[in-house]
């Protein structure tokens, strides 16, 4: 009973809104340049559209209840469902009415996602998983026009529930440690070949470059690169664990968050650069802003820009 | 002081934890045409290796069968979940690169000028690239990927007609061809700065009296 009074106690806790405000920009931003990258692209209208209007199959079809309710998928219910989306996101981005569109943009995403299976990735998901945090979640209580209009400045010291902060460390958690117990190929380990960067870099239909012409030098730090990956995503529980630990009133030895994050930042930087995989880096880097509360954020980003960028007056 | 409230919402969210954690446990499809050993047959042979099995392929048996009954427990657990797991948009298995492979195949377009010889449009990788801005976007590209797949080639056929209709607008060309070429990529000791080009796979020719 003791322990599960600790939690709820920690569940209840409130804190300065600025990691989840800043969850709710970087989501929301890399959801915005998605959508406008697909469209200036033609991908929008070449998968999403019928074919008398641009698109490249004879019929679109979905499952999903939005496009039922519309009469089904056209090319302009889709148009359609796909501005809402657009103005919904950008709505999240200045944050103004956010959990409401919030909701839109996860229902509307969800909605053109379901047009095309398998136009698109793992990050589609995280996309929308993310955005039912930002239904849940008090995000724009500062750095967004509601706390502008609130109090008249952009940032604000008001407190909002923490533990959709808490949910969201929890899923890049899960993301990181179950994509690295999926890595039982041997060419991720130690006593196999250790190639799986190697492979995923030259693969063409990943790969930004022909990096066949260049990797020769590189092939040992590839070989470092897959098993440090696969040890990586595998122990990444480690950071929760400190967090759950050290909120329990506990001493540990160490923080493990910068070489966590710095692996992860170099990680997914490399990956971002070097193949084409979408959103996916931004969008789970995203979810570093929420490894730190509002206070040790302050203490970093105040190491760099000036003071008080971050924070605004007590409301 | 804790109100009921506070017991009920952290109910929720320990549900909501538990729920995502099991159904994200990654699915485990075997693939045995990646070119590479499938992680099972790998482990069958260090089971074997170890003594605790016959042979490799009794290891990768045994660990397939754990794994299927494993699989069996999610998805009772899960099933209750699915709308709620579809409503909020989670529930995927994450398995990003857990199949490493070393096949592949790039995307070629070329057109038949009047002399009768093929001019290349697109190829992937190259600085043939017309349509590039559609064709490299990452949304495209895992839709080319699932082309392998049989379930999927009635969309390809589809995106060859639209290149075709399109490529074939500009009067230079009488015949679009549209293919993959095949590419293994070679263990570092014999890459020489290429992949090696296999089979050309699912070839289309579109003449312009082909169209309607």
Redesign the interface.
């Given at each position: 009973m003791k322990a599960?009074?600790t939690?709820?106690?920690a569940?209840?806790y409130r804190e300065k809104g600025t990691s989840l405000a800043l969850f709710r920009i970087f989501i929301s931003l890399t959801i915005c340049g998605e959508l406008l990258?697909?469209w200036?692209?033609?991908?929008a209208s070449?998968?999403w559209h019928l074919?008398a209007d641009g698109?490249?199959?004879?019929v679109i079809s979905s499952s999903h209840w939005l496009f039922s309710m519309l009469g089904g998928a056209t090319t302009s219910t889709v148009d359609g469902v796909f501005s809402v989306a657009l103005v919904a996101s950008m709505m999240v981005l200045v944050g103004l009415g956010t959990q409401g569109f919030a909701f839109i943009s996860?229902v509307t995403l969800?909605a053109l996602f379901s047009l095309?299976l398998?136009?698109?990735?793992?990050h589609a998901?995280v996309?929308?998983?993310a955005?039912?945090g930002l239904v849940l979640a008090a995000s724009d209580a500062t750095l967004s026009l509601t706390c502008r209009l609130r109090t008249g400045q952009w940032t604000s010291d008001r407190h909002v529930p923490a533990?959709p902060r808490?949910?969201g460390i929890?899923?890049l958690t899960?993301?990181?440690v179950?994509?690295g117990?999926?890595?039982?190929?041997?060419?991720?380990l130690p006593f196999?070949e250790m190639?799986?960067v190697?492979?995923?870099l030259?693969?063409?239909?990943?790969?930004r470059?022909?990096w066949?012409?260049y990797?020769?030098p590189f092939?040992r730090l590839t070989q470092l690169s897959s098993v440090v990956t696969m040890v990586w995503e595998l122990t990444w529980f480690v950071v929760p664990l400190m967090l759950l630990w050290r909120a329990s009133g506990r001493r540990w030895a160490f923080d493990p968050r910068p070489l966590y994050l710095g692996l992860g930042l170099v990680m997914h930087l490399v990956l971002w650069v070097a193949t084409?995989?979408?959103?996916f880096s931004p969008i789970t880097l995203s979810f570093y802003v929420l490894l730190y509360g509002p206070e040790e954020m302050r203490e970093v980003v105040g190491r760099f820009a000036p003071a008080g960028c971050l924070g605004g007056r007590e409301t | 002081m804790?109100n009921p409230w506070?017991?009920f919402?952290?109910a929720l969210?320990?549900l909501?934890?538990v729920v995502?954690?099991v159904a994200?446990?990654?699915p485990?499809a075997p693939n045995t045409k990646l070119g590479?050993?499938?992680?099972e047959q790998?482990?069958g042979l260090l089971m074997a290796d170890a003594g605790l099995v016959q042979s490799g392929v009794e290891g990768a048996d045994q660990l397939l069968a754990v794994w299927k009954g494993f699989a069996t427990f999610r998805d009772t657990v899960v099933q209750p979940f699915r709308p709620y797991l579809r409503v909020?948009?989670?529930g995927?298995?994450?398995?990003?690169?857990?199949?490493?492979?070393?096949t592949?195949?790039?995307l070629e377009i070329h057109g038949l000028d009047a002399g009768g010889a093929w001019q290349p449009l697109y190829v992937?990788?190259t600085t043939h690239q017309w349509?590039g801005?559609?064709l490299?976007?990452?949304?495209?590209?895992?839709?080319?990927?699932?082309f392998a797949n049989k379930k999927?080639r009635r969309?390809y056929t589809?995106?060859v007609?639209?290149l075709a209709k399109d490529g074939l607008q500009d009067d230079r060309w009488s015949a679009i061809r549209i293919r993959y070429q095949g590419?293994r990529?070679p263990?570092?000791d014999r890459?020489e700065?290429?992949?090696i080009a296999t089979k050309i796979y699912w070839e289309r020719v579109i003449a312009r009296e082909d169209l309607p």
């Open positions: 599960w009074n939690l709820v106690t569940l209840a990258t697909t200036w692209s033609g991908a070449f998968l074919q698109g490249f199959k004879e996860l969800q095309q398998g136009s698109g990735g793992g998901r996309m929308t998983l955005l039912f533990w808490y949910v929890w899923q899960v993301i990181y179950f994509s117990s999926a890595k039982t190929s041997p060419h991720w196999g190639d799986a190697y492979n995923v030259l693969t063409p239909v990943w790969s470059g022909s066949e012409l990797i020769e092939y084409n995989l979408g959103p | 804790l506070d017991h919402r952290a969210i320990v909501h934890i995502l954690s994200c446990l990654p485990y590479v050993l499938a992680p790998a482990w909020a948009g989670i995927q298995g994450w398995k990003m690169f857990g199949n490493s492979k070393n592949s195949a790039r992937e990788q349509h801005r559609l490299n976007h990452s949304r495209i590209r895992s839709q080319r990927s699932l999927f969309r589809d995106m007609h639209w590419v990529i263990k570092i890459l700065g290429a992949l």
